[in-house]
């Protein structure tokens, strides 16, 4: 197979299942912002509800990141049983996590309200909403781990299925039980979060029947032991490797939740602004992040063969088509920024806010298709310390400019210090690119890692 059919039939059952992905945050803002009641308030909940759970899911990405990288190097040797470990540690460590923090909910959503600054209404709102959906946890985390490893056994097409599903039952849930439809009249607000958790273990139940039906072979050849897997070799690959990838989440949510809580010191307008510009400048990402799961599962899988001429074409050829992407996304912006803002809402003064804000989305393709390639190749080598050091000085960059721009700035607008958040991120995502790019110029890099 060439290799750029290999890329395709890798990357486009991603993408397939990520154009989903925005569209479940936009129908939850856009069914919030068409009730009844105060649209920037009930939006406001929403982004400060998600929020909360980025604040927790995010500080675990390592979950999928690890397992994926793990497996497909094991994919590559043709150690399926490793590959089966893979999956049972990390989903022995998911329902760990989740059982924590259904346990510790109250003294989380206490200490986040400490930091988080927002109006009353919003925060009740978003209280609401996260004491709904952190009953999906024990799904959402699993689901975490099956879609890792099904990206390291090359098989992007169970993953978009779990997606699909996902993201599909997701925004018919929330809508009918949001809205109502029929004799049932909905149950507002509440609604949107309740159909978050049926979606959530309805991909789990997916992922299980997958696996039950695909791979049943693997696994009943490779009985799952708590202490055999624990006291494996790889097992302290394993932490290891998620410890920096913990870490680096740590830094995404510090960068993407800080950029919510300071907009939110803006008031509500310029809160369900700077959501809507953020939903939808990550569209272009969920496009790209195809391409990056492919150059992850490609990269892992000729590393363990220990091909590394392949394991450079990938890379070249990966970034090739996120290039692509990041052109054609300049383009959609450019021509239709102001509609996609208008599909979110129909708060007039939302609309007129944001305006003045959409030329920064043209400025974002081009370094986030970079960045966000070189993580999943960067994953894909399991070189989880470059991962990890790259996003530290993200976070220092952005927090940086931000602070630096605001010395003596308590007389400048609202919108301006929006102007100002915004140029923050350029900056992180431009730090990203920069040190990934100069320490793959060591061709060494990988090889050093693995």
């Known amino acids: 197979m060439g290799i750029n059919k290999e890329i395709l039939r890798l990357a486009l059952p991603s993408i397939l299942a990520n154009i989903t992905i925005p569209l479940v945050g936009m129908v939850d803002i856009a069914v919030a912002g068409h009730l009844d009641t105060s649209a920037a ?37 043709s150690d399926y049983r490793n590959s089966v470990q893979t999956l049972q540690r990390a989903l022995t ?13 109250w003294i989380f959503i ?68 949001t809205l109502g439809a029929g004799n049932f009249n909905g149950i507002g607000f509440a609604g949107i979060a309740a159909g978050t958790v049926i979606a959530q273990y309805s991909g789990l139940l997916l992922c299980i029947s997958i696996i039950l039906l695909k791979y049943r072979k693997l696994f009943t050849s490779t009985k799952y032991s708590f202490n055999a897997i624990m006291k494996s070799p790889d097992t302290r ?21 800080g950029f919510t809580l300071i907009a939110a010191r803006y008031g509500d307008t310029l809160l369900a602004v700077s959501s809507i510009l953020m939903k939808i400048l990550m569209v272009f990402s969920f496009f790209t992040d195809g391409f990056a799961y492919a150059g992850e599962a490609m990269t892992g899988k000729y590393i363990g063969r220990n091909d590394w001429k392949m394991v450079h074409r990938t890379i070249v050829w990966t970034f090739v088509w996120s290039m692509g992407i990041a052109l054609l996304f300049i383009f959609i912006y450019y021509t239709c920024g102001i509609p996609m803002v208008r599909l979110m809402t129909a708060d007039a003064e939302v609309i007129e806010a944001s305006r003045q804000f959409i030329p920064w989305l043209l400025a ?16 894909g080598a399991t070189d989880s310390r470059g991962t990890r050091d790259a996003m530290i000085l993200a976070a220092l960059s952005f927090f940086g400019i931000w602070f630096a721009g605001s010395i003596g700035s308590s007389q400048k607008s609202h919108e301006w210090h929006i102007h100002l958040l915004m140029g923050a991120y350029f900056a992180h995502l431009a730090t990203r690119t920069i040190y990934l790019t100069i320490k793959y110029i060591n061709r060494n890099t990988f090889k050093t890692t693995t």
């Open 110 to 177: 206490k200490g986040a309200f400490l930091i988080i600054s927002c109006s009353e209404e919003v925060h009740d709102l978003a209280s609401q909403y996260f004491f709904i959906r952190i009953w999906a946890a024990p799904a959402t985390l699993s689901i975490m781990a099956f879609k890792g490893w099904f990206i390291g056994m090359q098989d992007s097409f169970s993953s978009m299925l779990a997606d699909l599903v996902i993201n599909g039952v997701n925004i018919a849930a929330s809508i009918i039980l």
């Open 41 to 77: 308030a009930l939006i406001g909940g929403i982004s400060v509800g998600s929020l909360l759970f980025d604040l927790l899911y995010w500080n675990f990405g390592f979950l999928r990141a690890g397992t994926s990288g793990l497996t497909a190097q094991a994919y590559g040797r």
């Open 364 to 379: 974002m393709p081009l370094l986030g298709c970079a960045a966000f390639t070189w993580d999943g190749i960067y994953i």
């Open 93 to 105: 460590v998911s329902i760990g996590i989740a059982a924590l923090l259904i346990a510790i909910q």
């Open 237 to 257: 690959k394993f932490f290891s490797m998620n410890t920096d990838l913990f870490f680096r989440s740590i830094c995404f949510v510090l960068i993407y939740e």
